[in-house]
Each structure stands twice: as C-alpha cells, then as structure tokens.
C-alpha cells in the first residue's frame, strides 16, 4: 500500500472517461460538500491510477477514489488500506444539487379525507389525499393546484381541488405539498403518476433556486404503507425555534428531521412516544471513519399532524444514516409502516 500511496502522489494525469468520469466528480463533490471534515480542501485534483480515480485530501490526509463505479478510500495514519465503500451511485443519488424532483408521491387516502381536513382547504372532506414530497423546500407562492397533474391507470388526468403545504410548514419544512381532489379509485382505476406541470420554485434559502416544473414521480399504492423518504440534518438555529410540534431537550446536540412519505401513527391512532424513540436507529461516523449505532435521547416535532419527526441527539459525532424497522406505524389508511433505512443529507 505504501508503493500505491506514493504513486497517488506523483501520478498527475486526469482521467478521460466520460460518463464515468463525470459520475465520479459528482461522487467527489458530494462528498466534499456533506464530509468536509474528511475531504478538504474540496476540488481536490483528480489522479488517475491503475483504472483508480483518485483524489488526495491534503488536510485530513486521505485518499478517495472511484473504479468502474465503487468508492473507496484510505487513511495512511490508519494503516493505509483501500477500504471499500460501496457504489457511488447509493451515494450520489442522494444528492440532489440542481435536480429537483418529487421524491414520492403518496396515495394516503381514498374519498376519505376527514372532516377536520376542511381545515386546510375547504371542501377537502371525503375527498382524495395525496402527500407528495420534494427534493427541495419550496417558495409557498409558486405553489398552485394547477401546478400538479395526476394520472391515473386509464390515462385520464385531474388537478388536485387545491394543494397546501399544511400541515408540514413549520420553518425548513415546506417540502410536502399535500394534493386533494378526486384522483381516480383504488379498486378502480387509481393514480399511478403525479406531474408537475406548472412552475414550481425552490425557495433558494440555501442553493440555487430550482424548477419543479416537467419532473414527475410513480404514485405508491392506497394499500402500501409509509416509509422514511429523506432524512437531513438541522441546523440549530432552526430546530431550537419552538414550531407546531414539540421541541427537543435541553442539552440536544445535534437533530436530524426525518421525513415520511405521509403521516405516521401508532396503529391506536396515538402520537409516537418513548416506547418507539428506541425503534429508530441513527449510524454515526466519526472523523477517524469509525462507526456506531445510537438511538435518539429524544424524539421532538411530535403533535402536529405532519410527516416529519425530529431524531434527538446526545452526541455531536455526524449521523449518517437513520433507519426504522417495519410493522410499528400507521399511515391514515392503517397501513403499517414499511422497514426503512435512508442516508442523512448534511
Ligand atoms: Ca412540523
Ligand atoms: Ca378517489
Ligand atoms: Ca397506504
Ligand atoms: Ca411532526
């Protein structure tokens, strides 16, 4: 390994393939962007290697590298071993810089939608609810009902009745517009795609604004049950603002917001509570590339009716991925829950 690393060091030549080539720069810079802490100074130089493309972290002195697909890195303080990682297409499939794109699409009830819901939209009741979640949080006013299309089985279309953010809105939500009309029957001609249509824009808090518009997602069956779609850390400054749902603790160090595909209850219709805190399961991976396993000190955003949780963390080591086992929740329809494992976007 010694005889490799030293050839990472004087092989300068840049790599020349294409899809593969630009496949892997976006391994690197996503993983530049969300571990800085391993991999800096960001836009590290390529090296290519006997079929490696490599780059060299020069502050935290480590090594990641790409061939045909996989990732894989090594730390000379740590014995210098090619340790492998996995394809960078788990990895960069989360990222989702300068593509937006709904994430799901959820058929949670068919001509059901309770009468409380008249609360969000008037005339909502018995109706259709379908939560779509987006890859991005978005401006609340380029969100139209005319901005979504659902197609069903047959072919035929409809524009939901109206559409709200409601109730997942609190600061750094706002990525799960809820569509409500009639958009076909689950025995009988149900959705089977959501269109977007109309111009849909991100609210460019922090990246570049994006358009919705003309990406579309497969709608998940009335008879499917939810699933964690996305799972990102959150800032302080955000998660320490009281919002609908409840706060965590004091002496929190770090929150990650989960995100279901709807909303999720115990099968009584109760809100979670501290006997399902230890179902979920957070991985950590410390700057040495160590890993652990954690459950959350707390769970916080509980009470308000939405598709996002907040996992509570007594530590300060990055969480990498979350993960929840299947059987345990509800969506509205009684469904219980599908097993889940997501990567934690930083
Ligand atoms: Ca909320
Ligand atoms: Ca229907
Ligand atoms: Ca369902
Ligand atoms: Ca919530």
Redesign the pocket.
């Known amino acids: 390994m010694r005889v490799v690393l030293f050839f990472f060091c004087i092989t300068a030549s840049v790599a020349g393939y294409s899809q593969i080539l630009e496949d892997s720069n976006r391994f690197f810079r996503w993983a530049e962007t969300n571990y800085p802490q391993f991999f800096s100074p960001a836009g590290a130089k390529n090296v290519d290697y006997q079929g490696y493309l490599v780059r060299y972290y020069e502050d935290t002195n480590i090594y990641l590298a790409t061939r045909d697909g996989v990732a894989y890195y090594s730390r000379p303080d740590q014995g210098g071993g090619i340790i492998y990682l996995g394809s960078i297409y788990f990895f960069i499939s989360e990222d989702e810089e300068g593509s937006a794109r709904p994430l799901s699409a959820f058929f ?1 009830l068919d001509n059901n939608m309770p009468f409380a819901a008249n609360a969000l939209c008037f005339g909502a009741s018995g109706e259709d609810g379908m939560p779509v979640v987006l890859s991005h949080t978005v401006n609340p006013d380029t969100l139209q009902a005319e901005d979504f299309r659902v197609v069903r089985q047959s072919g035929a279309t409809s524009t939901p009745f109206c559409v709200t953010l409601r109730p997942a809105n609190d600061i750094d939500e706002n990525r799960t517009a809820l569509l409500i009309g009639e958009f076909g029957n689950a025995n009988n001609d149900p959705p089977v795609k959501v269109l977007i249509v109309g111009d849909l824009l991100s609210d460019a808090n922090n990246s570049p604004q994006v358009n919705f518009r003309d990406t579309q997602v497969s709608v998940i069956p ?4 939810p699933e964690i779609i996305l799972a990102a850390t959150v800032p302080e400054d955000i998660w320490s603002l009281s919002g609908q749902g409840t706060s965590c603790p004091i002496g929190t160090k770090q929150v990650v917001r989960v995100t279901w595909t709807g909303g999720v209850r115990l099968p009584n219709g109760d809100e979670l509570g501290e006997a399902q805190r230890p179902l979920y399961k957070v991985s950590l991976t410390a700057a040495d590339g160590s890993q652990s396993e954690v459950s959350p000190a707390a769970l916080a955003e509980l009470g308000d009716n939405d598709n996002n949780h907040f996992l509570c963390l007594d530590t300060i080591t990055p969480a990498t991925s979350v993960a929840f086992p299947a059987g345990h929740l509800v ?1 509205p ?1 009684g ?1 219980l829950n599908e097993n889940s494992k997501v990567v934690v976007r930083r």
């Open positions: 949670g009335l008879n499917a049950g969506d329809n469904d």
